[in-house]
Nanobody
């Protein structure tokens, strides 16, 4: 059963914005860590942003100042607001939620930044 469903990806021009959503079929209220990762063709999956219990955020240097991770516990959704997008941001973006001993991953959403 798919527990996390990402949406909001697509094709955008350089400098544009997208907001990714990760709808969880589990409660995220007690999640230890929520995060977004990405994997570009031929590259390893890398951390983009994390949100740790207590709302502490962490970002990859390459996205600092451009991306913002947030959550809405009421609708069990994690967001990634992406601004000033660059071609090098092109990748499949994955949502991750860690709750206790359970580690959940979504199936990914494609983001393509191109003119």
């Amino acid at each position: 059963q798919v527990m996390l469903v990402e949406s909001g990806g697509g094709l955008v021009q350089p400098g544009g914005s997208l907001r990714l959503s990760c709808a969880a079929r589990i409660s995220i209220f007690s999640a230890n860590v929520m995060g977004w990762y990405r994997q570009a063709p031929g590259k390893q999956r890398e951390l983009v942003a994390t949100l740790i219990s207590g709302d502490k955020t962490n970002y990859a240097d390459s996205v600092k100042g451009r991306f913002t991770i947030s959550r809405d516990n009421a609708v069990n959704t994690v967001y990634l607001q992406m601004n000033s997008l660059k071609p090098e941001d092109t990748a499949v973006y994955y949502c991750n939620v860690v709750r206790g001993v359970y580690d959940y991953w979504g199936q990914g959403t494609q983001v393509t930044v191109s003119s």
